[in-house]
């Protein structure tokens, strides 16, 4: 069973397009994550979610908006794609961050998003 | 504003022997320090989490340390083996609180037989 999984796995796209990228988590925690995964390997947290509410968003484009339709679930939506935002985005979630801090997170295997 | 660094350049090491991998940060005193797994094409997977109090922490054939006064955490993982090859990435929680992680940009292994 995937515990974390991220559809689609590769994203050819045009410039200027909108896009989302899905993800599930059958782990039963209460805290989802993107992060963005640049060229050069460096992993970037975008956005958190616990139980649907918004914790962290850090300086992100407006263009690209998360969505937790459940605890289980945090899509990604991208409007108006640039040559920047090829990379690599991958979801993660974990145990409640609150009360205690330091939970593992569990990655899925990304999403490679290239834009023409 | 918080600095992570590790080995940029591959540690390349024969089978049987320790590696050793460094993660070095500034500008900063975190609660803990992870460290994950992540291979080709795939999500890192989280290895170990050591806390502000500990110095040390085992599982298996890994060690890690961390040296608060240093501000430096190593990896060690003993009697290396081909399948231990992959990135190493040291993640740290940041300011802002909730479980959020700063990563490193890993170093790679390679074990050669």
């Known amino acids: 069973d995937t515990a974390v999984s991220q559809t689609p796995k590769y994203l050819v796209t045009q410039m200027g397009n909108d896009k989302s990228i899905k993800c599930e988590q059958n782990l039963g925690h209460d805290t989802m994550y993107w992060y963005k995964q640049d060229s050069k390997k460096f992993l970037k947290i975008m956005f958190s979610y616990n139980n649907k509410e918004l914790i962290i968003n850090e300086t992100v484009p407006n263009r690209f908006s998360p969505k937790s339709p459940d605890k289980a679930h945090l899509n990604l939506h991208i409007n108006s794609l640039e040559l920047g935002d090829s990379a690599v985005y991958f979801c993660?979630?974990?145990?409640?961050?609150?009360?205690?801090?330091?939970?593992?997170?569990?990655f899925g295997d990304g999403t490679r998003l290239s834009i023409l | 504003s918080q600095k992570i660094e590790q080995n940029s350049e591959a540690l390349n090491i024969q089978e049987g022997k320790t590696a050793t991998l460094t993660c070095n940060y500034t500008?900063?005193?975190?609660?803990?320090l992870q460290w994950y797994r992540q291979d080709p094409g795939r999500g890192p997977v989280f290895l170990l989490l050591?806390?502000?109090?500990?110095k040390e922490k085992r599982k298996e054939r890994l060690k890690v340390t961390f040296d608060t006064t240093l501000k430096q955490s190593l990896f060690h993982i003993t009697a290396s083996q081909p399948a231990d090859s992959a990135t190493y990435l040291c993640a740290l929680d940041s300011t802002g609180g909730g479980n959020k992680l700063t990563f490193g940009t890993g170093t790679q292994l390679k074990v050669e037989l």
């Open positions: 050591i806390r502000e109090n500990e």
């Open positions: 993660a979630s974990s145990q409640d961050l609150r009360p205690s801090r330091g939970q593992p997170q569990h």
């Open positions: 500008n900063y005193s975190p609660a803990y």
